[in-house]
Protein backbone atom coordinates (compact mmCIF):
# COMPACT_ATOMS: atom_id res chain seq x y z
CA UNK A 1 0.00 0.00 0.00
CA UNK A 2 2.75 2.11 1.03
CA UNK A 3 4.69 1.83 -2.32
CA UNK A 4 1.24 2.80 -4.40
CA UNK A 5 1.06 6.30 -1.54
CA UNK A 6 4.46 7.07 -2.83
CA UNK A 7 4.24 6.82 -6.42
CA UNK A 8 1.40 9.45 -5.69
CA UNK A 9 3.28 11.35 -3.09
CA UNK A 10 6.31 11.53 -5.25
CA UNK A 11 4.67 13.57 -8.72
CA UNK A 12 5.14 17.12 -6.47
CA UNK A 13 8.53 16.60 -4.99
CA UNK A 14 9.20 19.51 -2.51
CA UNK A 15 12.23 21.14 -2.26
CA UNK A 16 13.02 23.70 -0.12
CA UNK A 17 14.68 26.05 -1.56
CA UNK A 18 12.69 28.70 -0.52
CA UNK A 19 15.19 28.14 2.15
CA UNK A 20 18.34 27.66 0.22
CA UNK A 21 21.41 29.90 0.92
CA UNK A 22 22.50 32.14 -1.71
CA UNK A 23 25.22 29.16 -3.63
CA UNK A 24 22.21 27.04 -3.92
CA UNK A 25 21.53 25.34 -7.07
CA UNK A 26 18.07 24.50 -8.15
CA UNK A 27 17.34 21.41 -10.32
CA UNK A 28 17.57 21.94 -13.66
CA UNK A 29 14.28 23.21 -15.80
CA UNK A 30 12.96 24.53 -19.00
CA UNK A 31 14.44 27.91 -19.22
CA UNK A 32 11.85 29.10 -21.64
CA UNK A 33 9.80 32.03 -19.87
CA UNK A 34 6.21 32.24 -20.09
CA UNK A 35 4.62 35.72 -20.63
CA UNK A 36 1.23 34.85 -19.92
CA UNK A 37 -0.29 38.35 -17.82
CA UNK A 38 -2.65 37.59 -15.36
CA UNK A 39 -5.44 40.42 -14.50
CA UNK A 40 -4.74 41.40 -10.94
CA UNK A 41 -8.25 43.42 -10.68
CA UNK A 42 -9.97 40.16 -11.87
CA UNK A 43 -12.65 39.38 -8.55
CA UNK A 44 -12.86 35.36 -7.79
CA UNK A 45 -14.99 33.60 -5.30
CA UNK A 46 -11.40 33.51 -3.49
CA UNK A 47 -11.12 37.45 -3.06
CA UNK A 48 -11.17 39.29 -0.08
CA UNK A 49 -13.94 41.77 0.39
CA UNK A 50 -12.25 45.03 0.08
CA UNK A 51 -10.52 46.85 2.58
CA UNK A 52 -10.05 50.28 4.26
CA UNK A 53 -7.05 51.77 2.40
CA UNK A 54 -4.69 53.37 4.66
CA UNK A 55 -4.19 57.02 4.97
CA UNK A 56 -0.99 57.98 2.23
CA UNK A 57 -1.08 54.69 0.56
CA UNK A 58 -1.37 55.07 -3.19
CA UNK A 59 -2.54 52.45 -5.05
CA UNK A 60 -4.25 54.13 -7.99
CA UNK A 61 -1.32 53.02 -10.42
CA UNK A 62 -1.45 49.63 -11.41
CA UNK A 63 2.13 47.51 -11.78
CA UNK A 64 3.05 45.14 -13.51
CA UNK A 65 5.50 42.58 -11.72
CA UNK A 66 7.48 39.53 -13.44
CA UNK A 67 7.57 36.31 -11.09
CA UNK A 68 10.94 34.29 -11.71
CA UNK A 69 9.88 31.14 -10.04
CA UNK A 70 12.20 27.65 -9.68
CA UNK A 71 9.14 26.24 -8.38
CA UNK A 72 6.07 24.25 -10.18
CA UNK A 73 3.75 21.62 -8.69
CA UNK A 74 0.70 21.93 -6.29
CA UNK A 75 3.02 24.59 -3.54
CA UNK A 76 3.18 26.98 -6.66
CA UNK A 77 -0.35 27.10 -7.64
CA UNK A 78 -1.43 27.68 -4.06
CA UNK A 79 1.22 30.54 -4.14
CA UNK A 80 0.25 32.14 -7.68
CA UNK A 81 -3.36 31.56 -6.69
CA UNK A 82 -2.48 33.97 -3.63
CA UNK A 83 -0.58 36.10 -5.59
CA UNK A 84 -3.32 36.44 -7.94
CA UNK A 85 -6.61 36.89 -6.24
CA UNK A 86 -5.63 38.31 -2.80
CA UNK A 87 -1.91 40.18 -3.37
CA UNK A 88 -3.02 41.54 -7.22
CA UNK A 89 -6.32 42.80 -6.23
CA UNK A 90 -5.01 44.28 -3.01
CA UNK A 91 -1.86 46.12 -4.50
CA UNK A 92 -2.83 46.66 -7.95
CA UNK A 93 -0.52 44.58 -9.35
CA UNK A 94 -0.41 42.09 -12.53
CA UNK A 95 1.74 38.90 -12.41
CA UNK A 96 3.59 37.65 -15.22
CA UNK A 97 5.11 34.34 -14.48
CA UNK A 98 8.32 31.96 -15.62
CA UNK A 99 8.18 28.75 -15.65
CA UNK A 100 10.64 26.53 -13.35
CA UNK A 101 14.14 28.42 -13.80
CA UNK A 102 16.86 27.09 -12.62
CA UNK A 103 20.25 29.61 -13.30
CA UNK A 104 21.30 33.20 -14.04
CA UNK A 105 20.89 32.67 -17.91
CA UNK A 106 17.41 31.87 -17.73
CA UNK A 107 16.78 34.51 -15.16
CA UNK A 108 18.07 37.21 -17.09
CA UNK A 109 16.30 36.19 -20.42
CA UNK A 110 13.16 36.09 -18.18
CA UNK A 111 13.57 39.69 -17.35
CA UNK A 112 14.07 41.05 -20.60
CA UNK A 113 11.11 39.70 -21.42
CA UNK A 114 9.41 41.56 -18.56
CA UNK A 115 10.90 44.76 -19.43
CA UNK A 116 9.79 44.65 -23.13
CA UNK A 117 6.34 44.21 -21.49
CA UNK A 118 6.69 46.71 -19.52
CA UNK A 119 7.15 45.80 -15.76
CA UNK A 120 8.04 47.70 -13.58
CA UNK A 121 8.87 44.92 -10.74
CA UNK A 122 10.73 41.87 -10.18
CA UNK A 123 10.44 38.73 -7.87
CA UNK A 124 13.06 36.93 -8.10
CA UNK A 125 13.10 33.11 -6.59
CA UNK A 126 16.47 31.94 -8.39
CA UNK A 127 18.51 31.54 -5.59
CA UNK A 128 22.15 31.09 -6.34
CA UNK A 129 24.66 34.27 -6.27
CA UNK A 130 25.21 34.84 -9.62
CA UNK A 131 21.56 35.03 -10.48
CA UNK A 132 21.02 37.77 -7.82
CA UNK A 133 23.59 39.57 -8.42
CA UNK A 134 23.23 39.69 -12.00
CA UNK A 135 19.50 40.10 -11.53
CA UNK A 136 19.62 43.02 -9.20
CA UNK A 137 22.36 44.37 -12.11
CA UNK A 138 20.09 44.25 -14.90
CA UNK A 139 17.26 46.07 -12.67
CA UNK A 140 19.26 48.63 -11.81
CA UNK A 141 20.06 49.38 -15.69
CA UNK A 142 16.59 49.35 -16.12
CA UNK A 143 15.13 51.33 -13.01
CA UNK A 144 13.18 48.86 -12.52
CA UNK A 145 12.79 47.26 -8.85
CA UNK A 146 14.31 44.08 -7.65
CA UNK A 147 13.14 41.87 -4.75
CA UNK A 148 14.35 38.19 -3.75
CA UNK A 149 13.25 35.69 -2.00
CA UNK A 150 16.36 33.29 -0.68
CA UNK A 151 17.59 32.46 3.08
CA UNK A 152 21.24 34.44 2.63
CA UNK A 153 21.90 37.95 2.67
CA UNK A 154 24.22 38.90 -1.05
CA UNK A 155 26.48 41.78 -0.19
CA UNK A 156 27.65 42.50 -3.70
CA UNK A 157 24.29 44.17 -4.46
CA UNK A 158 22.84 45.00 -1.26
CA UNK A 159 23.80 48.56 -1.93
CA UNK A 160 22.36 48.81 -5.61
CA UNK A 161 19.01 51.44 -4.95
CA UNK A 162 16.91 49.41 -6.88
CA UNK A 163 17.25 46.20 -4.92
CA UNK A 164 14.68 46.68 -2.43
CA UNK A 165 15.36 43.36 -0.19
CA UNK A 166 15.39 39.66 -0.01
CA UNK A 167 13.03 37.48 2.19
CA UNK A 168 12.94 33.63 2.38
CA UNK A 169 13.00 30.99 5.47
CA UNK A 170 14.83 31.36 8.40
CA UNK A 171 17.75 28.56 8.19
CA UNK A 172 17.93 29.26 11.88
CA UNK A 173 14.06 28.68 12.44
CA UNK A 174 14.11 25.96 10.19
CA UNK A 175 17.34 24.09 12.70
CA UNK A 176 15.00 25.22 15.42
CA UNK A 177 11.91 23.09 14.18
CA UNK A 178 13.79 20.12 13.29
CA UNK A 179 15.54 20.15 16.92
CA UNK A 180 12.28 20.84 18.62
CA UNK A 181 10.69 18.17 16.45
CA UNK A 182 13.68 15.68 17.29
CA UNK A 183 13.28 16.34 21.00
CA UNK A 184 9.54 15.48 21.22
CA UNK A 185 10.17 12.38 19.07
CA UNK A 186 13.30 11.23 21.13
CA UNK A 187 11.77 12.07 24.65
CA UNK A 188 10.44 8.46 25.26
CA UNK A 189 12.96 7.66 26.84
CA UNK A 190 13.53 4.67 24.62
CA UNK A 191 17.29 4.74 22.49
CA UNK A 192 16.17 5.88 18.56
CA UNK A 193 18.50 6.18 15.53
CA UNK A 194 17.97 8.30 12.52
CA UNK A 195 19.35 8.20 8.47
CA UNK A 196 19.37 11.77 7.93
CA UNK A 197 19.27 12.75 3.94
CA UNK A 198 20.35 16.11 4.27
CA UNK A 199 20.80 17.48 0.98
CA UNK A 200 22.98 20.62 0.16
CA UNK A 201 23.94 20.88 3.83
CA UNK A 202 27.94 20.88 2.79
CA UNK A 203 29.16 24.24 3.14
CA UNK A 204 25.47 25.81 4.03
CA UNK A 205 27.20 27.65 6.73
CA UNK A 206 29.49 29.63 4.26
CA UNK A 207 27.33 30.72 1.45
CA UNK A 208 28.32 27.51 -0.47
CA UNK A 209 25.25 24.91 -0.30
CA UNK A 210 21.94 25.15 1.23
CA UNK A 211 21.79 26.86 4.83
CA UNK A 212 18.33 25.85 5.57
CA UNK A 213 19.69 22.24 5.04
CA UNK A 214 22.85 22.71 7.28
CA UNK A 215 20.91 24.48 10.07
CA UNK A 216 18.35 21.36 9.75
CA UNK A 217 21.23 18.50 10.62
CA UNK A 218 22.81 20.83 12.92
CA UNK A 219 18.97 20.52 14.57
CA UNK A 220 18.74 17.32 14.25
CA UNK A 221 22.47 16.49 15.27
CA UNK A 222 21.75 18.45 18.70
CA UNK A 223 18.66 16.77 19.82
CA UNK A 224 19.94 13.56 19.67
CA UNK A 225 23.33 14.99 21.63
CA UNK A 226 21.03 17.09 24.54
CA UNK A 227 18.60 13.80 24.82
CA UNK A 228 20.92 11.38 24.64
CA UNK A 229 24.26 12.78 26.37
CA UNK A 230 26.28 12.33 23.27
CA UNK A 231 29.84 13.04 22.52
CA UNK A 232 30.87 13.36 18.94
CA UNK A 233 34.46 12.72 17.55
CA UNK A 234 34.26 16.48 15.43
CA UNK A 235 32.20 19.81 16.21
CA UNK A 236 28.64 19.48 14.48
CA UNK A 237 29.25 21.69 12.03
CA UNK A 238 32.09 19.76 11.22
CA UNK A 239 30.10 16.60 10.76
CA UNK A 240 27.05 18.43 8.48
CA UNK A 241 29.88 19.92 6.25
CA UNK A 242 31.27 16.05 5.41
CA UNK A 243 31.24 15.76 1.37
CA UNK A 244 31.03 11.77 1.95
CA UNK A 245 28.16 9.80 3.75
CA UNK A 246 28.85 7.89 6.83
CA UNK A 247 27.96 7.09 10.25
CA UNK A 248 28.25 9.48 12.73
CA UNK A 249 30.15 8.22 15.70
CA UNK A 250 28.09 8.83 18.47
CA UNK A 251 30.39 7.27 21.28
CA UNK A 252 26.52 5.15 22.00
CA UNK A 253 26.14 1.27 20.92
CA UNK A 254 22.73 2.22 20.80
CA UNK A 255 22.00 5.32 18.76
CA UNK A 256 22.83 5.37 15.51
CA UNK A 257 22.96 8.48 12.87
CA UNK A 258 23.68 8.22 9.37
CA UNK A 259 24.48 11.57 7.48
CA UNK A 260 23.60 11.65 3.17
CA UNK A 261 24.30 14.83 1.58
CA UNK A 262 23.67 15.25 -1.90
CA UNK A 263 20.97 16.85 -4.22
CA UNK A 264 19.68 13.89 -5.93
CA UNK A 265 17.09 12.39 -4.03
CA UNK A 266 16.90 9.35 -6.06
CA UNK A 267 21.07 9.02 -6.22
CA UNK A 268 19.83 8.83 -2.36
CA UNK A 269 17.07 6.26 -2.26
CA UNK A 270 19.22 3.82 -4.18
CA UNK A 271 22.66 4.49 -1.94
CA UNK A 272 20.59 4.67 2.02
CA UNK A 273 18.53 1.49 0.80
CA UNK A 274 20.62 -1.18 2.24
CA UNK A 275 21.24 1.55 5.16
CA UNK A 276 17.86 0.99 6.07
CA UNK A 277 18.15 -2.70 5.61
CA UNK A 278 20.27 -3.03 8.53
CA UNK A 279 17.85 -2.55 10.89
CA UNK A 280 19.45 0.06 12.70
CA UNK A 281 17.43 2.94 12.20
CA UNK A 282 13.92 4.00 13.08
CA UNK A 283 13.79 7.11 11.94
CA UNK A 284 14.54 8.25 8.22
CA UNK A 285 14.34 12.29 7.40
CA UNK A 286 15.04 14.39 4.14
CA UNK A 287 15.57 18.18 4.32
CA UNK A 288 13.70 18.29 1.06
CA UNK A 289 11.72 15.64 -1.10
CA UNK A 290 10.77 13.29 1.60
CA UNK A 291 8.04 11.04 -0.76
CA UNK A 292 11.00 10.26 -3.06
CA UNK A 293 11.99 7.70 -0.02
CA UNK A 294 8.80 6.30 1.36
CA UNK A 295 8.91 3.73 -1.22
CA UNK A 296 12.12 2.35 -0.02
CA UNK A 297 11.34 3.04 3.39
CA UNK A 298 7.79 0.52 3.01
CA UNK A 299 9.85 -2.00 1.09
CA UNK A 300 11.89 -1.81 4.06
CA UNK A 301 8.98 -2.19 7.21
CA UNK A 302 7.54 -4.79 4.58
CA UNK A 303 10.88 -7.08 4.93
CA UNK A 304 11.96 -6.29 8.53
CA UNK A 305 8.18 -5.73 10.22
CA UNK A 306 9.93 -2.35 12.22
CA UNK A 307 8.30 1.03 11.64
CA UNK A 308 10.52 3.48 10.85
CA UNK A 309 8.92 6.90 11.31
CA UNK A 310 9.41 10.02 8.45
CA UNK A 311 10.15 13.35 9.02
CA UNK A 312 10.33 15.96 6.04
CA UNK A 313 10.68 19.69 5.11
CA UNK A 314 7.08 19.53 3.12
CA UNK A 315 4.38 22.59 2.27
CA UNK A 316 1.15 22.98 3.16
CA UNK A 317 -0.17 20.78 -0.17
CA UNK A 318 -1.73 17.59 -0.91
CA UNK A 319 1.37 15.06 -0.91
CA UNK A 320 1.91 16.16 2.72
CA UNK A 321 -1.89 15.68 3.70
CA UNK A 322 -1.46 11.85 2.37
CA UNK A 323 1.39 11.33 4.60
CA UNK A 324 -0.27 12.10 7.67
CA UNK A 325 -3.56 10.34 6.28
CA UNK A 326 -2.52 6.93 5.13
CA UNK A 327 -1.43 4.22 6.68
CA UNK A 328 2.53 2.27 6.27
CA UNK A 329 2.77 -1.88 6.81
CA UNK A 330 3.57 -1.32 9.99
CA UNK A 331 -0.17 0.82 10.69
CA UNK A 332 1.84 3.80 11.44
CA UNK A 333 1.12 6.82 9.38
CA UNK A 334 3.47 7.33 6.09
CA UNK A 335 4.94 10.78 7.30
CA UNK A 336 4.86 11.31 11.28
CA UNK A 337 6.21 15.04 11.33
CA UNK A 338 6.96 17.77 9.22
CA UNK A 339 8.44 21.09 9.08
CA UNK A 340 6.72 23.53 6.96
CA UNK A 341 7.50 26.68 4.97
CA UNK A 342 5.11 28.93 4.20
CA UNK A 343 5.51 29.99 0.03
CA UNK A 344 2.88 32.54 -0.11
CA UNK A 345 4.06 34.43 2.71
CA UNK A 346 7.26 34.71 1.04
CA UNK A 347 5.69 36.18 -1.81
CA UNK A 348 4.05 38.45 -0.03
CA UNK A 349 6.71 39.68 1.83
CA UNK A 350 8.39 40.27 -1.47
CA UNK A 351 5.50 42.30 -2.99
CA UNK A 352 5.14 44.53 0.32
CA UNK A 353 9.14 45.37 -0.31
CA UNK A 354 7.92 46.42 -4.38
CA UNK A 355 4.98 48.32 -2.58
CA UNK A 356 7.35 50.50 -0.14
CA UNK A 357 9.27 51.36 -3.09
CA UNK A 358 6.60 52.09 -5.37
CA UNK A 359 5.49 54.38 -3.31
CA UNK A 360 8.64 56.23 -2.94
CA UNK A 361 9.61 54.92 0.48
CA UNK A 362 12.22 52.14 -0.44
CA UNK A 363 14.07 53.65 2.19
CA UNK A 364 12.15 52.22 5.14
CA UNK A 365 13.08 48.92 3.56
CA UNK A 366 16.94 49.06 3.82
CA UNK A 367 19.17 49.58 6.56
CA UNK A 368 21.44 52.55 6.03
CA UNK A 369 20.79 51.84 2.26
CA UNK A 370 21.69 48.20 2.50
CA UNK A 371 19.19 45.72 1.57
CA UNK A 372 18.30 43.57 3.85
CA UNK A 373 17.17 40.10 4.60
CA UNK A 374 14.07 38.88 6.14
CA UNK A 375 13.19 35.94 7.81
CA UNK A 376 10.43 33.40 7.27
CA UNK A 377 10.32 31.18 10.09
CA UNK A 378 9.36 27.22 9.92
CA UNK A 379 6.43 25.33 11.80
CA UNK A 380 7.01 21.67 13.19
CA UNK A 381 4.00 19.53 12.85
CA UNK A 382 3.93 16.28 14.61
CA UNK A 383 0.98 14.02 13.99
CA UNK A 384 -1.84 14.18 12.05
CA UNK A 385 -4.36 15.81 14.31
CA UNK A 386 -2.42 19.04 14.04
CA UNK A 387 -1.96 18.96 10.51
CA UNK A 388 -5.53 19.05 9.66
CA UNK A 389 -5.67 21.96 11.36
CA UNK A 390 -2.76 23.45 9.78
CA UNK A 391 -3.69 22.88 6.45
CA UNK A 392 -6.58 25.02 6.18
CA UNK A 393 -4.13 27.94 6.17
CA UNK A 394 -4.36 28.93 2.76
CA UNK A 395 -7.58 27.88 1.68
CA UNK A 396 -9.58 31.14 2.04
CA UNK A 397 -9.39 34.95 1.81
CA UNK A 398 -9.57 35.19 5.67
CA UNK A 399 -6.85 31.96 6.27
CA UNK A 400 -4.02 33.11 4.63
CA UNK A 401 -1.38 34.10 6.99
CA UNK A 402 -1.18 37.79 6.03
CA UNK A 403 -4.66 38.81 4.74
CA UNK A 404 -5.41 41.51 2.00
CA UNK A 405 -6.05 43.97 5.39
CA UNK A 406 -2.72 43.12 6.69
CA UNK A 407 -0.75 43.59 3.55
CA UNK A 408 -2.37 47.10 3.62
CA UNK A 409 -1.53 47.53 7.26
CA UNK A 410 1.81 46.22 6.13
CA UNK A 411 2.41 48.48 2.96
CA UNK A 412 1.77 52.09 4.71
CA UNK A 413 3.94 54.29 4.87
CA UNK A 414 5.71 54.35 8.31
CA UNK A 415 6.24 50.36 8.49
CA UNK A 416 10.27 49.52 8.09
CA UNK A 417 11.81 46.20 7.82
CA UNK A 418 12.05 46.36 11.10
CA UNK A 419 8.30 46.02 11.25
CA UNK A 420 8.16 43.33 8.75
CA UNK A 421 10.82 41.27 10.82
CA UNK A 422 8.54 41.77 13.90
CA UNK A 423 5.55 40.50 12.00
CA UNK A 424 7.30 37.51 11.29
CA UNK A 425 8.61 36.61 14.54
CA UNK A 426 4.66 37.42 15.70
CA UNK A 427 3.50 35.00 13.62
CA UNK A 428 6.15 32.08 14.25
CA UNK A 429 4.01 30.66 16.96
CA UNK A 430 2.05 28.01 15.17
CA UNK A 431 -0.56 27.32 17.47
CA UNK A 432 -1.01 30.98 18.02
CA UNK A 433 -1.63 31.58 14.43
CA UNK A 434 -4.15 28.58 14.20
CA UNK A 435 -6.29 29.98 17.44
CA UNK A 436 -5.93 33.86 15.54
CA UNK A 437 -7.07 32.14 12.39
CA UNK A 438 -9.80 30.00 14.33
CA UNK A 439 -8.73 26.55 13.65
CA UNK A 440 -7.19 25.26 17.50
Same mark, same amino acid.
Given at each position: ??? @???? %? ?53 ? /?? #? ?9 ? *?? @? ?16 ? @? ?10 ? @? ?5 ? &? ?8 ? %? ?18 ? *? ?6 ? *? ?63 ? #? ?10 ? %? ?24 ? /? ?23 ? &? ?73 ? /? ?59 ? *? ?11 ? %? ?10
Amino acid at each position: MKK @IIAL %LLAVVMVLGLVACSGNSTPAPADNNASTEANNANTNTEANAEPVAVPEGLDLSVH /HK #VGVATVHEGEA *WE @IARNYLETIVGPTFNMEF @IYSEKLSDANGL @IAFMEQC &YAAGCDGIVN %LVTSNDAIAQGAHKAEEWGI *WFATQNSA *WVEEVAGLEHNVGQCGASPESVGEAYKAAFKEILSDGQPHSVVLFEGAAVGGDKGQGAASHFYSA #VGVLEAFQETYG %LTYDKPIADLVNQQDPGEVNTGNSDV /HIYLYPGRNPGDAVTALLPVLQTGN &YDIFAAVFSFAAFTNAIADVEQSTGKDIKVIGTAQIEQQTKTGFETTDPTGDTVLNGAILNDLPLACAINCIELM /HAYNGDVASMKDNGQAILLGVRSYAVLGADTYAKAEKLNTAPELYILTAEDLLALAQPGVT *WQDLEAKLAEIAD %LDALLAAKGLN
